[in-house]
């Protein structure tokens, strides 16, 4: 028997786009126009072409529902492939991708294998209420469960905001990826090594100008 014959398995590429919106955590739902699953909300996703690498694959899908390719965080999450049955049609393994990107520099679009394109609350779309499509609520409750990690011990919240912000808006992002309120105080002295003052002001309604930082050079990337 030829060690080399083996059945034919399809590869794809998941993509979970998020941002921050309305102060909360989303992630762009697009509304399935195709069997399987027809109808249903699901994550946006290509199949990896023969010749094509994966993050050729991951990067494709990306600029299809965003335009956005560059200068943005991108990271590998997980590979799903364990339930032999996750997709009707044949054996698929996908790896999943999560990208973030501040609200303001999305404009998402719908292709033709979708009627929707939506962002959603993360925590809305995992409650009971909300079937999707394969095993895509898995990867959305995998991925929040990897940025509120990354949120305790790496910069990854800055990739939610423009490049210079205010403190009180810094403190906005960790509160939404970690879910808890923070002591002011406490906040600022934790991040103080990691933002340096541009020596700008930013003065919002009728509260007092609040200075305008920006990640520190040392900590970007």
């Given at each position: 028997m030829d060690a080399f014959r083996h059945e034919k398995i399809a590869v794809a590429v998941d993509f979970l786009i998020m941002t921050i919106e309305d102060d909360k955590l989303k992630v762009l739902m697009v509304r399935r126009n195709e069997e399987p699953f027809k109808g249903a909300l699901a994550l946006p996703g290509v199949a990896v072409a023969e010749e094509e690498t994966l993050s050729h694959a991951a990067r494709r899908c990306l600029e299809e529902e965003t335009g956005i390719t560059e200068n943005i965080y991108l990271e590998q999450l997980y590979t799903w492939g364990d339930d032999c049955r996750r997709d009707p049609r044949n054996r698929v393994?996908?790896?999943?991708y999560m990208a973030?990107?501040?609200r303001e520099l999305l404009a998402e679009s719908i292709g033709k294998r979708v009627t929707e394109v939506l962002f959603m609350d993360v925590t809305e779309i995992l409650s009971e209420q909300y079937k999707l499509a394969f095993d895509h609520?898995?990867?959305i409750a995998y991925?929040?469960?990897?940025?509120?990690n990354k949120t305790e011990y790496t910069t990854i919240a800055f990739h939610f905001l423009p490049e210079e912000?205010?403190?009180?808006?810094?403190?906005?992002?960790y509160e939404i990826l970690l879910g808890k309120n923070l002591f002011k105080a406490n906040f600022r002295k934790s991040i103080q090594d990691i933002v340096e003052?541009?020596?700008?002001?930013?003065?919002v309604g009728a509260h007092r100008p609040s200075k305008i930082y920006r990640r520190a050079e040392d900590f970007k990337g």
């Amino acid at each position: 028997m030829d060690a080399f014959r083996h059945e034919k398995i399809a590869v794809a590429v998941d993509f979970l786009i998020m941002t921050i919106e309305d102060d909360k955590l989303k992630v762009l739902m697009v509304r399935r126009n195709e069997e399987p699953f027809k109808g249903a909300l699901a994550l946006p996703g290509v199949a990896v072409a023969e010749e094509e690498t994966l993050s050729h694959a991951a990067r494709r899908c990306l600029e299809e529902e965003t335009g956005i390719t560059e200068n943005i965080y991108l990271e590998q999450l997980y590979t799903w492939g364990d339930d032999c049955r996750r997709d009707p049609r044949n054996r698929v393994i996908s790896v999943s991708y999560m990208a973030l990107i501040p609200r303001e520099l999305l404009a998402e679009s719908i292709g033709k294998r979708v009627t929707e394109v939506l962002f959603m609350d993360v925590t809305e779309i995992l409650s009971e209420q909300y079937k999707l499509a394969f095993d895509h609520k898995e990867m959305i409750a995998y991925g929040r469960e990897r940025i509120q990690n990354k949120t305790e011990y790496t910069t990854i919240a800055f990739h939610f905001l423009p490049e210079e912000f205010t403190l009180p808006e810094l403190q906005k992002i960790y509160e939404i990826l970690l879910g808890k309120n923070l002591f002011k105080a406490n906040f600022r002295k934790s991040i103080q090594d990691i933002v340096e003052d541009t020596g700008k002001m930013k003065k919002v309604g009728a509260h007092r100008p609040s200075k305008i930082y920006r990640r520190a050079e040392d900590f970007k990337g």
